[in-house]
């Protein structure tokens, strides 16, 4: 695949997530892009293997998917509006990707059958229910509330299995030393899916550098990080705890603090300690805040 097309095409994807939740249109979408809505959507399905509106309603689903599960305290009116669906549209439209009602879904998911993830459902399920004080209060000395400002970062792009990221981060560190050779290098990291509900081998994921803008590189991508009110989980251990806490943060501690995501990205902020299969990071939501996310139930 020509890399100056993959470019072009992440390019639409970034504008398409940042504003997923607003009216969007194939010619919105190629005027960013700065090409014909029809070549962009030719060339769009050619890399993606998806029409833009395919892949624009696939993403809201699988986000009413997640909050389906991981906020239960949510109604599905809001989660419908939310998404800028109308109750009934969202429940047609929902019930044709996944076979069921989304109230049939959120007491019964129907997600892809990867090892482990029943299990992994269960759990969270307990949790909810019968509130983990000793989980909650652990996690409450773990998080903090930050400013972050505008944080500008190359990327590069993996969609794949999340247990494949050491080694893919590990060569894409090594790319960014022989890019910028002496320059302090911050890492960062995007997650886009829930293994849960997109699958294991098909999450979207981007491996960051907040790298000297002033430096032309050919054929990269960049996007930002918008400034704004983040809850920041303090996280110090091996990476394979990394998806039982995100669990444990979306779907146990949040809804159970009454916390619900605001709009933005959810990023990963590396600290230099991180080394080998140990990893020091604070994990960063946009959040809404407590008496904002009871209004919603």
């Known amino acids: 695949m020509n890399k100056t097309h993959i ?27 700065c090409f014909s809505r029809y070549y962009y959507h030719r060339l769009f399905k050619s890399v993606t293997g998806e029409s833009i509106y395919g892949f624009i309603k696939r993403l809201r689903l699988e986000t009413a998917a997640f909050k ?47 090892p482990g993830s ?25 998080i903090s509330f930050k400013e972050i400002p505008d944080i500008n970062l190359m990327y590069q792009r993996f969609k794949g299995c999340y247990q494949d990221l050491p080694h893919v981060w590990q060569v894409f560190c090594e790319k960014m030393e022989r890019l910028f050779p002496g ?18 081998n098909r999450c979207l994921y981007d491996l960051c550098a907040n790298v000297p803008r002033t430096v032309k590189v050919r054929e990269e991508n960049f996007r930002k990080i918008p400034a704004g009110s983040y809850l920041c989980y303090y996280f110090d251990g091996h990476v394979r705890e990394l ?9 146990v501690w949040m809804p159970h603090r ?21 990893i020091v990071m604070d994990i960063c939501v946009p959040v809404l805040s407590g008496i904002r996310a009871q209004i919603q139930k």
Do not use: W
Request: net charge negative; glycine share 8%; aromatic share 12%.
């Open 258 to 278: 009454g916390y619900i995501t605001g709009p933005g990205l959810c990023f990963e902020r590396y600290h230099p300690a991180t080394e080998g299969g140990n």
């Open 68 to 114: 389906l599960i991981k906020f239960p305290h949510l109604s599905i009116t809001y989660i419908a509006a939310e998404l800028g669906y109308s109750s009934s549209n969202f429940s047609v439209l929902f019930k044709i990707h996944y076979g069921l009602s989304p109230s049939r879904f959120r007491s019964c998911p129907r997600l892809p059958l990867e």
């Open 183 to 200: 320059f302090p290098v911050e890492y960062y990291g995007i997650s886009y899916d829930d293994p849960l509900i997109a699958g294991e």
């Open 7 to 33: 470019t072009i095409v992440n390019q639409g994807v970034d504008f398409i997530i940042d504003h997923l939740f607003e009216t969007l249109t194939v010619d919105m979408i190629a005027d960013h892009c």
């Open 243 to 251: 998806g039982r806490i995100y669990n444990d943060l979306f779907g």
């Open 118 to 142: 029943k299990l992994v459902l269960e759990r969270i399920r307990n949790l909810q229910k019968n509130k983990p004080e000793a989980l909650l209060s652990r996690m409450d000395r773990q």
